[in-house]
């Protein structure tokens, strides 16, 4: 086989490194619990550190603002399953924050769902 | 609203200082334009984010003829809209295929509430289709967008007025005149 020297892969061929490579083969967060919709904020700067890959810090970059766990699997462009084992890591150093979505109970808030509609009303 | 890392105390301290997020589906059959609804009313640029399938979608997907392909990618359109510095809303447009229903489990999960999409043009009689089998058996052949009604919420929140769906101004759509859905 000989070289082209041009680009041998392409956008439909898929990423040359499988997703769960960046998380060493693990595929579930040893221990938190992620909604798509968790927003995470960083507590610590992204400075790296020992043990962080290149895309924790990449995280924790974008999570300077409040961000939701699908918004930084968008940005840095994993499936959302790989993000969540990679902000579990973070907040086991304790790098982040998260705030867990609304859940069924609290949504019994009268004045949260009427901020909602009036807020897609003033859309 | 500033949210400087240094701050913040390390831990979850932070959390007060976080918005709450609340989550919205956009559901409906292929190609019935939610992702255009997505896009429509997001106040940041439509993202997108995948969720790889491995052997959880076993038995859901048709892996015949595939069998050595263990993961396939799941894309998620997902628009953000700010009510206030403490509220967020994120509005996800499920997938339309009925092959990836499984997904449901978690994007329904906590959902404040759902938006069916359904193109009216293609329904071959004037009883549309319960939200359980949208997706299933809408034809393919209709492709057409223009005349998208706006369906109900799937899940009913106490307390939230009938007339809650807002109408949809930047996108086509119009709200539906009736419950298309017989659903309790």
Redesign the interface.
Known sequence: MEPTGGVWYDESAGPLVRPYAVTKGRTRPAAAKFDLISVVIATQPADGGPGLEPEHVKILQLCRQPLSVAEIAAHVNLPAGVVKVLLDDLLQRDAIAVRAPMTRARQSNKRVLKAVINGIRAL | ME????D????????E???????ILIAGGFGVGKTTMVSS?SE?EP??????I?DQSLGVDDMVGVEAKT?T?VA?D?G?????SG????L?GTPGQDRFWFMWD??V??A?GAIVLADTAGWPTASPPSTSSNAGTRPSSSRSTASTALGATRRR?????ST?I?TC??CSATPATGNPAKRS
């Open positions: 949210y400087g890392p240094s913040s105390e390390p831990g979850h301290d932070g959390t200082e976080l918005p709450t997020a609340i989550k009313v940041i993202l997108r984010t995948e969720e790889v491995t993961t990618t998620m997902f953000r809209i700010t009510v206030d509220l967020l809303v994120y996800f978690e994007l999960y906590g404040l929140t106490s307390g939230s007025p809650s807002p101004r930047s």
